[in-house]
């Protein structure tokens, strides 16, 4: 009787432990279950307030609100958003910036604002923390919209203008892709130190060629990439001007048709130093052209102008 006694006791843990195990692990699983249930929630949750966050963005974009506007928007939502969306803001809010550039200039150009504008300042560039100087009430305030829209105005050719203020995108970096954050760094470059001012090439041929290289190298590391377009623009806008010069600062001496001996010397260096470059190679022989051709500047050299320009740019395009 007692063996079965303890039988029926051993039987009874046995069950009971069994029974205690299997609701043990069916509340594990349940838990797990409802942790996995929750993530999906807050990953839903999150994906529809950044689709909600978009669609009042293209809202803005699509009623053509100002650029101040728009920027006041993505200031409050940018974090709110993924990195790609980050980047198909700022893409669109430059966009946005560029169609309102001729309405502000002229705007700026009514009446007698450019006046009061340069007698306000006296700089080629007005400083946004003395905007309250401005005297006139309208004018300082399309002045402040301007600014706030992520513009510099800058004095070109005696009248200010908007430009695109590149170095503000800065604060936006952390959202931003590797692409975009090399693309506003080459518009930065460009923005702070224009390659040419008022017809005069405003800065060295060195400085030219390495923005050319730094382009190329761009161009060829993001095939098809968003700027691709924008970026091959300013390639043929720079190497124009580093073949060809400017209507106010020739690549020659006009006296004897000479080429420039520190231009020249700018070619040798650049192809040397960047000799697995597209652009590295034909400035080689562009400046080969010219050492044949007993450094004159003059038809022989001109005439060829168009056939270097093409093959740089055909074999750029090739190398996408």
Same mark, same amino acid.
């Given at each position: 009787?007692?063996?079965?006694?303890?039988?029926?006791?051993?039987?009874?843990?046995?069950?009971?432990?069994?029974?205690? #195990?299997?609701?043990?692990?069916?509340?594990? !699983? &349940?838990?797990? $279950?409802?942790?996995?249930?929750?993530?999906? =929630? +807050? /990953? @839903?949750?999150?994906?529809?307030?950044?689709?909600?966050?978009?669609?009042?963005?293209?809202?803005?974009?699509?009623?053509?609100?100002?650029?101040?506007?728009?920027?006041?928007?993505?200031?409050?939502?940018?974090?709110?958003?993924?990195?790609?969306?980050?980047?198909?803001?700022?893409?669109?809010?430059?966009?946005?910036?560029?169609?309102?550039?001729?309405?502000?200039?002229?705007?700026?150009?009514?009446?007698?604002?450019?006046?009061?504008?340069?007698?306000?300042?006296?700089?080629?560039?007005?400083?946004?923390?003395?905007?309250?100087?401005?005297?006139?009430?309208?004018?300082?305030?399309?002045?402040?919209?301007?600014?706030?829209?992520?513009?510099?105005?800058?004095?070109?050719?005696? #009248?200010?203008?908007?430009?695109?203020?590149? !170095? &503000?995108?800065? $604060?936006?970096?952390?959202?931003?892709?590797? =692409? +975009? /954050? @090399?693309?506003?760094?080459?518009?930065?470059?460009?923005?702070?130190?224009?390659?040419?001012?008022?017809?005069?090439?405003?800065?060295?041929?060195?400085?030219?060629?390495?923005?050319?290289?730094?382009?190329?190298?761009?161009?060829?590391?993001?095939?098809?990439?968003?700027?691709?377009?924008?970026?091959?623009?300013?390639?043929?806008?720079?190497?124009?001007?580093?073949?060809?010069?400017?209507?106010?600062?020739?690549?020659?001496?006009?006296?004897?048709?000479?080429?420039?001996?520190?231009?020249?010397?700018?070619?040798?260096?650049?192809?040397?130093?960047?000799?697995?470059?597209?652009?590295?190679?034909?400035?080689?022989?562009?400046?080969?052209?010219?050492?044949?051709?007993?450094?004159?500047?003059?038809?022989?050299?001109?005439?060829?102008?168009?056939?270097?320009?093409?093959?740089?740019?055909?074999?750029? =395009?090739?190398?996408?």
């Amino acid at each position: 009787m007692k063996k079965k006694k303890y039988l029926f006791l051993i039987l009874g843990l046995i069950i009971i432990i069994f029974v205690s #195990s299997c609701t043990s692990k069916n509340s594990i !699983v &349940s838990k797990e $279950d409802s942790s996995e249930k929750t993530k999906e =929630e +807050l /990953k @839903e949750s999150k994906k529809e307030k950044q689709e909600k966050v978009m669609i009042e963005f293209k809202a803005l974009i699509s009623e053509n609100k100002e650029p101040y506007q728009v920027i006041e928007f993505i200031d409050e939502n940018i974090e709110k958003v993924s990195k790609k969306e980050s980047v198909e803001m700022l893409e669109d809010f430059e966009k946005l910036q560029e169609s309102y550039i001729d309405l502000y200039t002229d705007e700026l150009s009514k009446e007698n604002r450019q006046n009061i504008l340069s007698q306000t300042y006296s700089n080629s560039e007005i400083d946004p923390n003395k905007i309250e100087e401005i005297k006139d009430d309208e004018l300082k305030e399309l002045v402040s919209k301007i600014v706030k829209g992520r513009y510099k105005l800058v004095e070109k050719e005696g #009248s200010y203008c908007p430009v695109i203020n590149y !170095v &503000s995108f800065k $604060d936006y970096e952390k959202f931003l892709s590797d =692409e +975009l /954050k @090399e693309y506003l760094n080459i518009k930065i470059i460009e923005s702070e130190a224009p390659a040419i001012l008022d017809g005069k090439i405003a800065i060295t041929w060195d400085e030219l060629g390495s923005r050319l290289i730094r382009i190329e190298k761009y161009l060829t590391k993001y095939e098809e990439g968003i700027k691709d377009e924008e970026l091959t623009r300013l390639y043929s806008e720079y190497l124009l001007m580093y073949i060809s010069g400017s209507k106010n600062t020739p690549i020659y001496n006009d006296e004897n048709k000479k080429i420039s001996k520190e231009i020249l010397d700018a070619y040798k260096k650049m192809a040397s130093n960047n000799k697995k470059t597209i652009t590295g190679e034909i400035i080689r022989e562009y400046s080969q052209l010219i050492e044949d051709n007993d450094y004159l500047v003059d038809d022989t050299v001109t005439s060829r102008l168009l056939e270097v320009y093409n093959e740089a740019i055909g074999r750029l =395009e090739e190398n996408k």
